[in-house]
């Protein structure tokens, strides 16, 4: 199977070895992967800032570059979401718009549900507390999230628990914020530490020496936060944790 | 009262109670206590989800005929002998009330637990025309001696601790100095309370839900506050919001399940008073108000909000509020519901709510009517953009960054730059004034290189 990598732009600049751990895991499952160079954002920092006019042409951008290919795969479950659940206000009834959704997934996802990968490979002899990012998990659906009274199934923990020798530690609060959310790291400074160091006395107590999330953007900020703490978690993308069991 | 209307929005003032961190968790511990207790009662309930479903259609189908709906309630409410009132504004509502009671030579009132009247400002109106309004729920009394407006539709008094409350029982009704014990300041408070519901002419409460079918209106308490409020005086008033219509009573069967779980935890709240008509001798009037209601009824991306049942879970279960505290919102109704209804009704004093929150979706997914909370706060976001009250500023920083981002060789550079700063600028610039993230927060380690580049050196251009 041919897939595309959507590589969103601060995965690209900033912690490109999420992105790169991605190519190792589709490759691993006999993916081959292709990057798409004309890619930059998907325009969720404008359009979450309210902004439809300057993301529009991003999304317009985005529906180009993805358009042609039968899966489209994301190491993030917000920009992924932003393309399946946000897309619509700027390209309803654009040609192959639809297409585009339906084949656009984030990495766990798309391992799961389109490679039918039950099980990871390879040994994470590690205590690891799982981040889940929101939009991952109530937006995208990798997970049931703990306000609702379902069973409670998720795609990224079941994929982690099947590494060998893992040690997934539970949380006092399963599914949090961590307080990024995008502009509002800035604009609600205070309150975006806030919630970042009371994630990370949780991860903490529960004993994780690794934190790992389906989203950088929240590995960044409690990374961020922690390093000011001088607290000695290490912060892994789910794919360097996958990638890194296959070595 | 430190609020969202003063400079600076709610980010300065959730600043201000973030300032004291052990308070800002404390309350956050507080709040997420009610959000387990309410997590346990709702697992007990077989099919919850399903209950929210039909929760949300009956609020769907109730504000789709919310006018059929509210002529048959008044039309029944009368056949019962209660008086109805229309009122479009607060400042209608609030004469009303006011002449209710000064027509009938009331001074002394009591009044449970009600929203509305908050919003209206009715203890204001009426305090200043020689009436005398007692709170009598436990909490709105505590804010009512301090002061201060509720902080929380559900628990009003939720960020006092009681130290505090026993500083301000000690100042106010002469309790013993350094009383902190709540049974001992409960049995204090029922002791005043009981006096005021003795002394008191007339009854107002609020309304939880309105049946159509039968005229009558429903009223739940815990501590049943709204009896003795209407049983003592003869006259009662209830207060309602058009939206708090209901077709038929057996919908109270799926929405009465749902309100106590989620806004307290608990199976039900101790009363659920229904008024279906006067009691022998007395007077029921029911004062029906828009106050705006209408206006978000009409408007498509924001009606939705009218489902509310007021239970509060979104602000016990969100990340924000419990870390900010109900009056960094400064409007009556704080939190994701309450961002939503303030931006919707006036933007421009409430710029800075539809960004209060990290758009996490904890809300919607416990929101017993399902409001799509965290998807209206983004429209609220669009409107305020559309309206030129996002600031120049960032508009400006956004169009700029938008403008690189739709250029590849723009980006690719902008990129590289980005990484070459935070490797080679000496901390003391990189962390600035200016570097709001680095106040208290590392920035990301930057890599030599970005994934494309990688990927080209390695992999030559494909794709």
């Known amino acids: 199977m041919r897939a595309a990598l959507f590589v969103p732009c601060y995965v690209d600049q900033l912690w490109p070895r999420a992105a790169l751990a991605a190519v190792r895991v589709l490759e691993s499952h006999g993916v081959e992967v292709v990057f798409p160079e004309d890619q930059t954002c998907c325009g969720q920092p404008m359009s979450n800032a309210g902004l439809a006019a300057a993301a529009e042409p991003l999304a317009r951008r985005f529906l180009e570059v993805f358009g042609g290919f039968e899966a489209v795969v994301c190491p993030s479950g917000s920009c992924t979401s932003m393309v399946r659940n946000h897309y619509d206000a700027f390209l309803a009834g654009a040609p192959g718009f639809e297409k585009l959704k339906a084949r656009t997934f984030e990495l766990c996802e798309f391992l799961v549900d389109v490679l039918g990968v039950r099980g990871a490979r390879g040994r994470f002899p590690h205590k690891v507390a799982l981040h889940q990012s929101c939009h991952g998990l109530r937006e995208l659906g990798l997970g049931v999230p703990s306000e609702r009274l379902l069973p409670r199934t998720n795609k990224v923990d079941a994929l982690l628990r099947t590494l060998g020798g893992i040690d997934l530690v539970p949380l006092a609060r399963p599914d949090e914020c961590c307080g990024f959310g995008g502009t509002f790291a800035v604009a609600e400074e205070a309150v975006s530490v806030l919630m970042g160091k009371d994630r990370i006395e949780d991860h903490t107590r529960a004993g994780a020496e690794i934190v790992t999330a389906t989203d950088v953007s929240c590995l960044m900020h409690l990374e961020g936060v922690a390093r000011r703490e001088r607290r000695p978690l290490r912060f892994m993308h789910v794919a360097e944790v996958l990638a890194e069991a296959l070595a | 009262m430190t609020g969202a209307r003063a400079t600076g929005g709610h980010p300065a003032a959730a600043a201000e109670f973030v300032a004291n961190e052990p308070r800002a968790r404390w309350h956050d511990q507080a709040l997420w206590f009610v959000r387990d207790k309410r997590d346990r009662a709702a697992s007990l309930v077989p099919d919850w989800e399903r209950l929210r479903d039909a929760a949300a259609a009956i609020r769907a189908h109730s504000r789709g005929r919310l006018a059929d709906l509210l002529e048959e309630f008044e039309a029944k409410a009368v056949a019962c002998g209660a008086k109805v009132h229309w009122a479009a504004d607060a400042a209608e509502h609030n004469a009303i009330v006011h002449r209710l009671l000064s027509e009938r030579g009331v001074r002394r009132v009591v009044k449970s637990k009600s929203m509305l009247t908050e919003e209206c400002g009715l203890n204001e ?230 960004f209060a929150s990290t758009l996490c979706g904890s809300c919607d997914a416990i929101c017993p009517v399902k409001i799509d909370l965290h998807g209206e706060l983004l429209v609220q976001r669009r409107t305020l953009a559309a309206r030129g009250l996002v600031s120049p500023g960032k508009r400006l920083g956004m169009r700029l960054v938008a403008f690189v981002l739709a250029h590849r060789a723009l980006y690719e550079a902008a990129g590289r730059l980005l990484r070459l700063a935070l490797r080679r600028l000496p901390r003391s610039l990189l962390y600035g004034p200016w570097n709001v993230w680095g106040r208290r927060r590392e920035l990301p380690a930057p890599p030599e290189e970005s994934f494309r580049e990688t990927w080209r050196r390695t992999r030559g251009a494909r794709g």
């Open chain 2, 125 to 354: 109106y009426l305090g200043a025309r020689g009436i005398e309004v007692v709170d009598t729920d436990l909490g709105e009394r505590i804010v009512q001696l301090a002061g201060e407006p509720p902080s929380h539709i559900i628990f009003p008094a939720i960020h006092k601790k009681r130290e505090e409350i026993g500083a301000l029982f000690h100042e106010k009704l002469g309790t013993a100095e350094g009383l902190a014990d709540p049974k001992a300041l409960t049995e204090a408070a029922r002791g005043h309370l009981r006096e005021r519901f003795l002394a008191a002419e007339a009854g107002i409460t609020g309304v939880n839900f309105a049946v159509a079918e039968t005229g009558g209106v429903v009223v739940c308490t815990n501590e049943g506050n709204a009896d003795m409020g209407t049983s003592l005086p003869r006259l009662h008033i209830a207060c309602m919001g058009v939206e708090k219509i209901v077709p038929r009573l057996e919908h109270l069967a799926v929405l009465l399940r749902l309100l106590a779980r989620s806004a307290t935890g608990q199976p039900i709240t101790t009363y659920t008073s229904h008024f279906q008509g006067p009691m022998e001798g007395g007077e029921l009037h029911v004062v029906i108000v828009d106050n705006g209601r209408s206006a978000l009824l009409a408007d498509p991306s924001v009606r939705g909000a009218l489902a509310c049942i007021r239970c509060g879970a979104c602000m016990n279960t969100c990340p924000v509020f419990r870390r900010s505290g109900g009056y960094s919102y400064g409007w009556v109704v704080p939190g994701p519901i309450g961002s939503i209804l303030a931006s919707a009704r006036d933007p421009a004093a409430h710029a800075t709510l539809p």
